[in-house]
Nanobody
Framework: QVELVESGGGSVQAGGSLRLSCAAS????????MAWFRQAPGKEREFVAL????????LYADSVKGRFTISKDSAGNTVYLHMNVLQPEDTAVYYC???????????????WGQGTQVTVAS
């Protein structure tokens, strides 16, 4: 079983930036899909971005397109989420996830990290 550990969360002012990291222990198969989800207080968890582990296929939620970038370090078994121009509505717990389907549904992901809090002040 692959363990996912997120880091990099914190508190920033609106317009600021953060970079989240997701370190994976164990082997990530080339067919894997790595994704970021987030859950704001009182809301359901929602898709943010995904990337196939061994290809350039990437997908973003409309709400973050143009502001967030997902990237991978295959050698380091790490996935990143670069977040720019952060807004208060981006405040949430951010989760890293691993699955095998190119999917925006959390039901298709079977490995989850513990989450990291991102708070954006106005």
């Amino acid at each position: 079983q692959v363990e996912l550990v997120e880091s990099g969360g914190g508190s920033v002012q609106a317009g600021g930036s953060l970079r989240l990291s997701c370190a994976a222990s164990g082997r990530i198969y080339s067919s894997s899909v790595m994704a970021w989800f987030r859950q704001a207080p009182g809301k359901e968890r929602e898709f943010v971005a995904l990337a196939r582990w061994k290809s350039s296929s990437i997908l973003y939620a409309d709400s973050v397109k143009g502001r967030f970038t997902i990237s991978k370090d295959s050698a380091g078994n790490t996935v990143y989420l670069h977040m720019n121009v952060l807004q208060p509505e981006d405040t949430a717990v951010y989760y890293c996830a691993r699955g095998s389907q190119y999917s925006t549904s959390e039901a298709d992901y079977y490995n989850w990290g513990q989450g990291t809090q991102v708070t954006v002040a106005s």
